[in-house]
């Protein structure tokens, strides 16, 4: 496997972390229902073009179809999260993206401890 694949397969996984986000912030706010179809459908789409994909890039269809799954799952987690929270703010929303917010949730619990 070369490296421009494996980049790939890294920049599927950071998207998978983003759209990540957007999922625990639904789920934690009992709003995560229209995500897990979107992630069902967006799912079963990728499963049913891969095989179109591989046979134009070869192995590096896989990413590639992974990437556009994981972007369009980020969209839809953006999109449903500004939609169905709307009590919190997209720039409130923005902090959840940010490691000092992780960070001064774990001095917090520091402090609590």
């Known amino acids: 496997m070369d490296s421009f694949t494996l980049f790939l397969f890294g920049v599927s996984i950071a998207l998978q972390g983003f759209w990540g986000i957007c999922a625990t912030v639904l789920l934690a706010s009992n709003m995560h229902h229209i995500f897990n179809y979107f992630y069902f459908t967006i799912t079963v789409l990728a499963l049913l073009v891969v095989p179109f994909f591989m046979l134009q890039y070869g192995f590096r269809g896989i990413p ?37 917010f992780y960070i001064q949730k774990v001095a917090a619990l520091r402090k609590k401890n």
């Open 64 to 100: 590639i179809v992974m990437i556009l799954a994981d972007f369009s799952l980020l969209v839809a987690g953006i999109f449903l999260c500004q939609k169905k929270l709307t009590h919190i703010s997209l720039r409130e929303l923005y902090r959840v993206f940010q490691p000092g």
